[in-house]
């Protein structure tokens, strides 16, 4: 690791006095990647994308929003018409939000897949639980700022939830609206962090990555790498390989933003927010909707709230509930099918989340809240306990060479 | 496998909005929708000028007596085709209050290009007064601001009819087909021939209401051609 291996002059001079190209060196080419990865460890990168992108707009953004409940509604609206390529940078905003969520939601179900929360990779993981409720506190206060209809109501329905707490619930809600309703003081409070927010998150990103670097990635077959055999360079295998998916993601993300930029918002967050008028159906932004589910699921209320918060919560404690030390589903056939059946279970609730509270709804949202729970507090211990696993290959190289050698 | 999972998971999170904007359009009540072709809509849409010029001579003739549009500017209607000259001369037809000049006083000057679209009430409560309780809401989003939006407008302006036996319709409601509950506080607006168009083209009440839309649906979204041409360029020609 020494700066004599840079040809270029000045490179071997600054990197002598600040080792940067080192850093970058020893990411690019020495920092050895398991050579078996496949597409789906491609979203961390692309969530890295994605927060850069909801940065740069939003700084941009900014610039032309006036965060006060008489001009927020019609300073978007000036965006939208007036400020150069104003529209662009916002569909950009809106939509690079919704894609954020879907990237970190595959990127987490990888996780769960091939049991990457698994040690030595706990921490890693919790940074990763950490940095998801950080994006759902941002993009709920984002979602406030243009103050339509659903900004206001969605505001009042998620503040007043804490309003449940025992004896300070009241104080609480208070203090978090600045006054005695969502008003002008909240707004304010709202863009105030917003703007924050996204800084701690790449903040808890770098962690998440230097966590990461500690025992490098986890791999389809979730076995340890066990030496040059079973690794390939970051540079240029997996740079070349991330910007497919890169390609991908601008195609899909273009598409939403040209063609379809209104389709993951809601219509009436384009009329102005009027405390007076209760909209018809009050619904938070789609990747809220499985959350949302849960919490209606509950008949009492302070049990919704402590529900919906602790579908997040178990997250953290996953590594100590799946005891199983086989870390991929690939070789644990009976958690491979409950895996398959929690993925469903939470598309059911994000489809149950969006309907009203009422009849059959509301009972199908129980039962997907009872699956939820029992997936992670009674199947996967047991399962960790019961399940008889396949066989683990002795290294990464060896399928990969068995395979070869049956193909000749 | 695993890209399996990744499309199933972006289809049904689209299915699951899909599903639960029809949720939230459907109200209560008996309520039609009707499709229309709209040049707008596709990815290579674009607005028709003639059309929308149409559409803004009925909202002006029609709906601003109680709908303002208050987004929108005189500037705005070279969108419409119309040029400089012509916008100076429609703008110079409305008052607006200006001020105050050297004595402190408020003024009221003939409109220019750079001044919104005035409102025909000062504020709620003198609109509410003079509609039987009601507020006509302000039409400049109308169209992004209801699911299905243009389709939406259309079949609210011709959906106006005659209730069915055994529905009672309160003093000031009237029975519409699309309006979620079916009663809605609007006057039936659109009758057929209610204005006269230079151009010759028919005037019945349906081209009368998809005019107006085509109106609407640009003072809601007016970069959508620039957008969509955009778009084609960035998806199918990187
Ligand atoms: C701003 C959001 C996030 C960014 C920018 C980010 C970034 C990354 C990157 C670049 C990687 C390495 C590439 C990969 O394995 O895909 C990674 C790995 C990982 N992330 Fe994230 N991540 C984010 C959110 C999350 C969340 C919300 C979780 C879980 C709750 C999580 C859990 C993990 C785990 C367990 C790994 C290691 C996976 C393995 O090697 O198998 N991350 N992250």
């Not at chain 1, 609480?172 to 609206?177: A, C, G, K, M």
């Not at chain 1, 497919?244 to 389709?263: D, E, I, Q, R, T």
């Not at chain 1, 909707?289 to 178990?314: N, T």
């Not at chain 2, 079916?182 to 349906?206: C, F, H, K, R």
């Amino acid at each position: 690791m020494s700066a004599a291996k840079f040809s270029n002059p000045v490179v071997r001079w600054i990197d002598h006095r600040l080792p940067v190209f080192t850093m970058l060196d020893h990411t690019a080419n020495e920092y050895p990647t398991p050579k078996n990865l496949n597409y789906m460890w491609n979203f961390g990168s692309l969530a890295g994308l994605s927060l850069v992108i909801m940065i740069v707009t939003g700084i941009v953004l900014a610039m032309s929003y006036t965060a006060h409940v008489d001009y927020a509604f019609e300073s978007v609206e000036r965006i939208m018409r007036d400020v150069n390529h104003g529209w662009l940078i916002r569909y950009i905003h809106m939509n690079t939000a919704s894609f954020f969520f879907i990237v970190v939601y595959l990127h987490i179900f990888r996780g769960l897949y091939y049991g990457s929360y698994k040690a030595p990779r706990e921490l890693l993981w919790i940074l990763g639980v950490v940095i998801f409720l950080l994006m759902m506190a941002t993009a709920f206060m984002g979602y406030v700022l243009p103050w339509g209809q659903m900004s206001f109501w969605g505001a009042t329905v998620i503040t007043n939830l804490f309003s449940a707490i025992p004896l300070v619930g009241e104080s609480i809600v208070t203090f978090l609206w600045g006054g005695f309703s969502v008003d002008n003081p909240t707004l304010n409070r709202f863009f105030s962090l917003h703007y924050l927010m996204p800084f701690l998150i790449a903040g808890v990103v770098i962690l998440h990555i230097v966590a990461l670097h500690r025992f490098g990635s986890n791999n389809p077959i979730g076995i340890d790498t066990k030496g040059k055999q079973d690794t390939i360079s970051f540079h240029p295998y997996y740079t070349i390989k991330d910007i497919v998916g890169v390609a991908m993601f601008l195609l899909l993300l273009s598409v939403a933003v040209f063609f379809f930029p209104n389709a993951m918002g809601h219509p009436d967050n384009y009329i102005p927010a009027n405390p007076m008028q209760t909209p018809a159906h009050i619904v938070p932004e789609w990747y809220f909707l499985p959350f949302y589910a849960i919490l209606r699921a509950v008949p009492d209320k302070l049990g919704g709230v402590l529900l919906m918060f602790g579908a997040i919560a178990i997250l953290f404690i996953l590594p100590w509930l799946d005891r199983s030390p086989v870390r991929s589903a690939r070789f644990r056939p009976v958690f491979r099918i409950f895996f398959w059946l929690l993925f469903i279970d939470a598309i059911a609730l994000g489809y149950l989340g969006g309907k009203p509270a009422e009849g059959i709804y509301v009972t199908l949202s129980r039962i997907a809240t009872a699956w939820y729970f029992l997936h992670f507090l009674v199947i996967l211990p047991m399962l960790s306990v019961f399940e008889s696993t396949k066989p683990l290959p002795k290294s990464i190289s060896e399928p990969v060479l068995a395979t070869t050698v049956a193909a000749e | 496998m695993m890209l399996k999972l990744i499309f199933t998971t972006i289809i049904s999170a689209i299915s699951v909005l899909g599903m639960s904007g029809t949720a939230t359009a459907a109200g209560g009540g008996d309520v039609t929708l009707l499709k229309k072709d709209w040049s707008f809509s596709g990815i290579f849409g674009h607005y028709d000028k003639a059309s929308m010029q149409r559409g803004f001579q009925v909202y002006l003739e029609v709906c601003a007596g109680c709908h303002s549009i208050e987004y929108m500017s005189f500037r705005n209607l070279a969108d419409l085709g119309y040029n400089e000259a012509e916008i100076k001369a429609i703008a110079a037809e409305y008052e607006v209050q200006d001020g105050p000049d050297e004595d402190g006083e408020m003024f009221m000057r003939p409109a220019r290009p750079a001044d919104r679209m005035p409102s025909p009430y000062r504020n709620d409560n003198e609109a509410r007064a003079n509609n039987n309780g009601a507020l006509p809401p302000d039409l400049s989003l109308i169209a992004k601001a209801r699911a299905h939006g243009p389709d939406y407008l259309y079949s609210l302006l011709v959906g106006y009819g005659d209730a069915p036996e055994g529905v009672d319709v309160p003093d000031g409601m009237y029975y519409n087909n699309a309006y979620s509950g079916n009663l809605i506080a609007m006057p039936q607006p659109i009758y057929g021939d209610d204005v006269e168009y230079s151009d010759g083209t028919s005037t019945n009440a349906e081209a009368l209401s998809a005019d107006v839309t085509h109106f609407l649906m640009w003072a809601a979204e007016p970069k959508l051609e620039v957008r969509k041409r955009i778009g084609v360029a960035t998806v199918f020609f990187p």
